[in-house]
C-alpha cells in the first residue's frame, strides 16, 4: 500500500526532473505533464476586471422606455414625464379613463405569461402615476449575462493577441480573472480590454451649427459628440450628431486593418445582409450628408456620403497609426462588450524575474532540505535517516500530486515547501523525543517504539491539523501567489501525517524486525 | 554512536518561578508594539494602499537616480517613491541597475493606475526592463485588507476554538493569548523595522499562527497527560513538570522549521524576504510563548477540571502589585 502510492507519485512527479527532449520519449502511457508555474515564476500578467453591469441595467432600462413609449403612442394611450431612475420607469398617464387600456398594454409588454417571471413589476395608482421596477431576480439576471458576455468578448479580444494559453475565469459577482504567462509588456492587452467597442453609424445633425448647439443646447434627438481629432487650440473638434443608430458595430462581420487609397492606415470592415441593407438604404436617400462614425461616444471620422454604399462594405479612415488600426480591427472583429470594464488590478513579472526566482527559490529549497537532512541525522542518527527518507518521499509524493492536480506552483509556494520541510520532520522529532523519554524510563524497545508512535499522535494531529485550519482560511483569503503557498503547504502537511508516522513505523518495523536490537540507538 | 544533543537529559528549570522575567519581556515587547504602531504604523504595501509599484531595470549600466527622479516627479503624480534595490542574480550584474519605483494613490492617481502605468514606461523609454508591474486600484486594496485582518482574527480564533473542543476552555483561552501574542508581537516586528507589509506578510503571519501553536499543543499535551498521572500534584509543578520533559522537542522542533527556512532569507530573492523573516521570527517567539504565555496563562485561570488548584501560585499572583 505505502509503497503503491510512492510509486504512483513518483510516476506523476517524474517528469518535472526531465528535460523536455527526455519527456518527448517518455512512454504514452506515463503523464507527461510537468507542475504549473505561476505567474511570478512563469513570468505573465494578471489582471483583475470589473464589470459595471449597472451600465447594462441601465441599458435595458432605456430599451425597455423606448418600447414602452412605442407601444403606448400605438394604442393611443397618453402620457407625460417619462423618466428613468436606478432600477424604475415612471410616467403619468394623462387621461385616467385609459388606465385598464394602459395595464393591459404594459402587462402584455412586460409578459411573466406562461410561466416565466416577468422582467418588472407594475404599480399605477389611482391618480394615474406608473412606476415599472425592475424585479431583483431580472436585475441578477442581466448583470450576470453582461458578465458572462464580457468575458465572451475578453476571450475574444486576447485570442486576437496570439498569446498562448490565457486562463479567464469569473470571480466572484462582477469580476473577471485574466492571467497570460509570457506577456511582459500587458499595455496593449490593457488598452484593448479597457475599450468597450461600442461602433455607431449615425448621420451627422445638420440643421443647427455645433458652436449654437454648444450654446444653446443641442435640439431633441441629437447630442454633441467629441472627435478624436484635437483642434488649433488643444480641444477635440465636436459634432453634433443624430442619435438615432443607422447602423451598429453587431452588424459587422468581418474587419481589419488595410489602407486607404491614399496609402493611410485604414479599417476594412463589412455588413452582414440586414446591416448591408440598412445601410445601403441608409446612403442612398441621404447622398451628400455628413454621417459620422462614433466609436464609444467619440467620432472617428465624419465622411460625406458622396455616393450610396450598396456593396455592404466601406472603410473607417481617421487619424490611425498601423497598429491603432489594426487594434480598432481586433475590438470590432471581437464585439462590443455589454458593459464597459475597469481594471481594478493589474500584476506583471517579466519572464527573466521569474527564472531568477526559480533560480533563488530552488536554491533555497536546496540549501533547507540539506540542513534539515544533516540536523536529523545528526540528533537521531539511524532513526533520522528513517526520518530523512520519509522527507524525500514526502517532497516526491507533494510534486506528484501537484503534477496530477496541475495544481499551480508559485514562489511563496516555494517557500511552503521548504516550510513543509521543516514541519514534516517535526512529527519524527516528537516521535522520537518520546521514545528516547521512554527508553529512559526504562522500557524495552519494543515498547518504547510502540509508546512512541502510540504517545505521540495526538500532539501531531493537533499540531497538524491547527496548521492546516490557518492554511485553509489562507486558501480563501488569497490569490495567486500567496494561494500558492496555502496549497503548498496544505499538500506537504497533509502527506507528512502519512510519510512522517507511517512511513518511518515501516522502517522502524523492519529495523527491530532484522536486526533485534538490545537497545534503541537514539 | 554519537548523538547531537541541544538540551540535556533532564532539565529542572524552575519556569513558572522565574515567570515574571517572562511576563516583563512580554509587556515590553507589546508595548513597543503598541507604540511603534501608534508611531509610525505599519509601512503598507500597495496591495493595501493602492498605487503602482514598478521594479524597472536597467540593461546597460547603473540607474542615475536624481535624474530618475526628475523623468518620474516631472509627470505629476504627487508622492513618487524611487529607490535602488539589490534583487537577485538579474541585479547584481551591475551596482544600482535596479530601481523600485513606487506611486502612492494620494498623488491623485487613484482609480487612474493603469494609465500611471503607461505614463512611467513612455517617460523612461528604451533600454529599461519592466521587471514587475503592479498596479492595485483602491476598492481591491481596501477589500485586501479587510479580508486580511479578517482572516488573521478569524485563524487566530478557530485555532482557539479547536485547542478548547481537544482540551478545556481553559487551554482554548490560553491558546487564543499565545497565538494572538506571536501575531501581534511579529506584527510589531514589521513596524519597528519599518518592513513592507504586503498579502505575503499576512501569509506570514497566518502560517505562523498555525504553527506557533504546535510547541504549545505539544506542552498542553504533556500537562493533560501529567495531571492524569500525578493528581495530587500543585498545578504550577505540573506546568514546571510539563515544560520541563518536553523541552527538548519543544526546541527541537522549532529548530528543524527554522534552519529550514534560514535559507529563503539570505537566498530566496526580495520577494521572500520579508516573508521568511517573520515566520523566522515568529517561530522564536512562539516557542517563547508556548512557555512563558501559554502555561504561564493557565495558572491565572479557574481551575481546570480534576485538578488540584494551585492556591498558593493563585494567593502570590493576587500578592503582587
Known amino acids: 500500500m505505502i509503497a503503491l502510492i510512492c510509486i504512483v507519485a513518483t510516476i506523476f512527479a517524474l517528469p518535472n526532473f526531465l528535460p523536455q527532449s527526455a519527456r518527448d520519449a517518455l512512454a504514452d502511457f506515463l503523464p507527461p505533464n510537468t507542475m504549473n508555474l505561476g505567474l511570478d515564476l512563469s513570468g505573465g500578467s494578471y489582471l483583475l476586471l470589473e464589470v459595471e453591469t449597472e451600465v447594462a441595467v441601465k441599458d435595458r432600462l432605456e430599451s425597455m422606455r423606448g418600447d414602452l413609449r412605442k407601444r403606448m403612442r400605438e394604442e393611443g394611450i397618453g402620457f407625460s414625464s417619462f423618466q428613468v431612475g436606478t432600477d424604475t420607469i415612471s410616467f403619468r398617464l394623462i387621461d385616467l379613463a385609459q388606465l385598464d387600456a394602459a395595464r393591459t398594454a404594459i402587462g402584455d409588454l412586460i409578459g411573466g405569461n406562461f410561466g416565466s417571471a416577468a422582467e418588472f413589476t407594475l404599480q399605477i395608482s389611482d391618480s394615474g402615476d406608473a412606476v415599472l421596477t425592475l424585479t431583483e431576480a431580472a436585475r441578477a439576471a442581466i448583470a450576470s449575462g453582461a458578465v458572462d458576455q464580457s468575458i465572451e468578448i475578453v476571450r475574444r479580444r486576447i485570442d486576437e493577441l496570439g498569446t498562448r494559453e490565457p486562463t479567464i475565469q469569473r470571480q466572484g459577482a462582477n469580476r473577471i480573472l485574466v492571467q497570460v504567462p509570457g506577456l511582459s509588456d500587458p499595455e496593449r492587452l490593457k488598452a484593448l480590454l479597457g475599450k468597450t467597442a461600442k461602433l455607431e453609424f449615425r448621420f451627422i445633425d445638420e440643421s443647427m451649427d455645433v458652436t449654437a448647439a454648444l450654446q444653446l443646447g443641442p435640439p431633441p434627438g441629437s447630442e454633441v459628440l467629441p472627435s478624436e481629432e484635437m483642434g488649433p487650440d488643444g480641444q477635440p473638434?465636436?459634432?453634433?450628431?443624430?442619435?438615432?443608430v443607422i447602423v451598429a458595430g453587431d452588424r459587422l462581420t468581418g474587419a481589419q486593418q488595410g489602407f486607404d487609397e491614399r496609402n493611410r492606415p485604414a479599417v476594412l470592415f463589412s455588413f452582414d445582409t440586414v446591416g448591408a441593407r440598412r445601410f445601403g438604404d441608409a446612403?442612398?436617400?441621404?447622398?451628400?450628408?455628413?454621417?459620422?462614425?462614433?466609436?464609444?461616444?467619440?467620432?472617428?471620422?465624419?465622411?460625406?456620403?458622396?455616393?450610396?454604399?450598396?456593396?455592404?462594405?466601406?472603410?473607417?479612415?481617421?487619424?490611425?497609426?498601423?497598429?491603432?488600426?489594426?487594434?480598432?480591427?481586433?475590438?470590432?472583429?471581437?464585439?462590443?462588450?455589454?458593459?464597459?470594464?475597469?481594471?481594478?488590478?493589474?500584476?506583471?513579472?517579466?519572464?527573466?524575474?521569474?527564472?531568477?526566482?526559480?533560480?533563488?527559490?530552488?536554491?533555497?529549497?536546496?540549501?533547507?532540505?540539506?540542513?534539515?537532512?544533516?540536523?536529523?541525522?545528526?540528533?537521531?542518527?539511524?532513526?533520522?535517516?528513517?526520518?530523512?527518507?520519509?522527507?524525500?518521499?514526502?517532497?516526491?509524493?507533494?510534486?506528484?500530486?501537484?503534477?496530477?492536480?496541475?495544481?499551480?506552483?508559485?514562489?511563496?509556494?516555494?517557500?511552503?515547501?521548504?516550510?513543509?520541510?521543516?514541519?514534516?520532520?517535526?512529527?519524527?522529532?516528537?516521535?522520537?523525543?518520546?521514545?528516547?523519554?521512554?527508553?529512559?524510563?526504562?522500557?524495552?524497545?519494543?515498547?518504547?517504539?510502540?509508546?512512541?508512535?502510540n504517545r505521540a499522535m495526538s500532539a501531531i494531529i493537533d499540531a497538524n491539523l491547527t496548521t492546516l485550519l490557518a492554511v485553509l482560511i489562507l486558501f480563501q483569503l488569497g490569490s495567486g501567489p500567496v494561494r500558492g503557498f496555502a496549497v503548498t503547504l496544505g499538500i506537504g502537511i497533509t502527506v507528512s501525517m502519512f510519510t512522517a508516522i507511517m512511513v518511518t513505523r515501516l522502517f522502524v518495523i523492519y529495523w527491530l524486525w532484522g536486526r533485534k536490537p538490545k537497545a534503541l540507538p537514539i | 554512536m554519537w548523538l547531537l544533543r541541544f538540551v540535556p537529559k533532564k532539565t529542572k528549570i524552575d519556569f513558572v518561578r522565574v515567570r515574571w522575567i517572562g511576563f516583563i519581556f512580554t509587556a515590553v515587547t507589546i508595548l513597543a508594539t503598541i507604540g511603534s504602531l501608534a508611531v509610525q504604523g505599519l509601512n503598507l504595501g500597495i496591495d493595501f494602499t493602492g498605487g503602482v509599484l514598478v521594479e524597472v531595470r536597467k540593461e546597460e549600466g547603473s540607474v542615475d537616480i536624481a535624474q530618475m527622479r526628475e523623468t518620474v516627479g516631472s509627470l505629476g503624480f504627487g508622492e513618487v517613491a524611487i529607490q535602488s534595490y539589490a534583487g537577485g542574480e538579474l541585479c547584481a550584474a551591475t551596482a544600482d541597475s535596479c530601481v523600485l519605483i513606487r506611486v502612492m494613490p494620494e498623488g491623485g492617481i487613484a482609480g487612474k493606475e493603469q494609465e500611471t502605468v503607461t505614463k512611467i514606461r513612455e517617460a523612461l523609454g528604451a533600454g529599461y526592463a519592466f521587471d514587475r508591474v503592479e498596479a492595485v486600484g483602491p476598492k481591491v486594496s481596501d477589500e485586501l485588507f479587510n479580508d486580511g485582518v479578517i482572516a488573521t482574527i478569524l485563524a487566530v480564533l478557530m485555532i482557539a476554538v479547536y485547542v478548547a473542543f481537544r482540551f478545556e476552555w481553559q487551554f482554548g483561552i490560553a491558546a487564543v493569548v499565545a497565538t494572538g501574542h506571536d501575531v501581534f508581537v511579529t506584527l510589531g516586528l514589521f513596524t519597528l523595522l519599518q518592513m513592507d507589509f504586503n498579502l505575503t506578510s499576512v501569509a506570514a503571519l497566518l502560517t505562523l499562527a498555525g504553527y506557533s501553536i504546535n510547541d504549545t499543543v505539544v506542552v498542553f499535551d504533556r500537562i493533560r497527560e501529567n495531571r492524569r498521572k500525578y493528581k495530587k500534584m500543585p498545578l504550577s509543578e505540573v506546568i514546571n513538570l510539563s515544560t520541563n520533559e518536553t523541552l527538548s522537542r519543544t526546541i527541537m522542533t522549532s529548530l528543524t522549521t527554522a534552519i529550514a527556512i534560514i535559507p529563503i532569507v539570505f537566498l530566496g530573492g526580495p520577494a521572500l524576504f520579508g516573508f521568511s523573516v517573520a515566520i523566522l521570527f515568529g517561530i522564536v517567539i512562539g516557542t517563547y510563548s508556548s512557555i512563558y504565555v501559554a502555561a504561564a496563562i493557565l495558572l491565572y485561570l479557574p481551575p481546570i477540571s480534576g485538578m488540584t488548584p494551585d492556591e498558593d501560585a493563585a494567593a502570590r499572583a493576587a500578592a503582587r502589585p
Do not use: C, H, W
Not at chain 1, 473638434?237 to 438615432?244: I, R, T
Not at chain 1, 540528533?379 to 518521499?393: D, E, H, K, R, S
Not at chain 1, 516526491?396 to 521543516?422: D, F
Open chain 1, 283 to 453: 446612403t442612398r436617400e441621404n447622398v451628400n450628408r455628413l454621417f459620422a462614425i462614433v466609436l464609444d461616444g467619440v467620432v472617428i471620422t465624419a465622411p460625406r456620403i458622396n455616393e450610396p454604399i450598396l456593396t455592404g462594405s466601406g472603410q473607417i479612415t481617421g487619424s490611425f497609426t498601423v497598429e491603432s488600426a489594426n487594434d480598432l480591427a481586433i475590438l470590432l472583429r471581437a464585439g462590443a462588450l455589454p458593459a464597459p470594464i475597469t481594471i481594478e488590478e493589474s500584476r506583471t513579472v517579466g519572464a527573466e524575474l521569474g527564472a531568477d526566482s526559480i533560480v533563488a527559490g530552488t536554491n533555497a529549497a536546496i540549501a533547507g532540505f540539506a540542513l534539515v537532512v544533516v540536523l536529523m541525522l545528526l540528533v537521531y542518527g539511524l532513526f533520522g535517516i528513517f526520518a530523512n527518507i520519509a522527507l524525500i518521499l514526502n517532497l516526491i509524493i507533494i510534486v506528484g500530486i501537484m503534477t496530477a492536480l496541475q495544481s499551480t506552483l508559485t514562489l511563496p509556494g516555494i517557500a511552503g515547501i521548504v516550510l513543509t520541510m521543516g514541519m514534516a520532520v517535526d512529527a519524527n522529532v516528537l516521535i522520537f523525543e518520546r521514545m528516547r523519554e521512554e527508553v529512559a524510563q526504562g522500557r524495552s524497545v519494543i515498547s518504547a517504539v510502540d509508546a512512541g508512535y
Open chain 1, 237 to 244: 473638434f465636436q459634432f453634433l450628431v443624430q442619435k438615432e
